[in-house]
């Protein structure tokens, strides 16, 4: 699986064939890098205005997704007990 993720990252084929030593660490940080971006990106176009998680950590990679895009002015990112108790605030 780890192989198979390397060799589709995008840039790899300047390495030639064997690519650079690279540990799963480092691997896995490009990756998900991508994955949050595109999830943002495709947030912002569906025309959302809010994503919402329930992990923290995911949290502050789509926080920062969303300041990387320009984002931050339409977008917010907030976890599930915060937008329950602004609902319950609200009422």
């Not at 030593?21 to 991508?34: H, I, M």
């Not at 990106?41 to 959302?48: F, P, R, Y």
């Not at 969303?66 to 915060?82: G, H, P, Q, T």
């Amino acid at each position: 699986m780890l192989r198979f993720q390397y060799q589709n990252l995008p840039g790899r084929q300047r390495y030639g064939h064997g690519g650079p030593p690279v540990d799963a660490d480092r691997l896995q940080s490009c990756v998900r890098e991508r994955i949050n971006n595109l999830r943002v990106k495709q947030a912002h176009d569906a025309g959302a205005d809010t994503i919402v998680t329930g992990c923290a950590y995911c949290m502050h990679m789509l926080q920062d997704s969303v300041k990387l895009l320009n984002y931050d002015e339409s977008m917010r990112v907030i976890d599930v007990a915060s937008l329950v108790a602004e609902s319950l605030a609200k009422k």
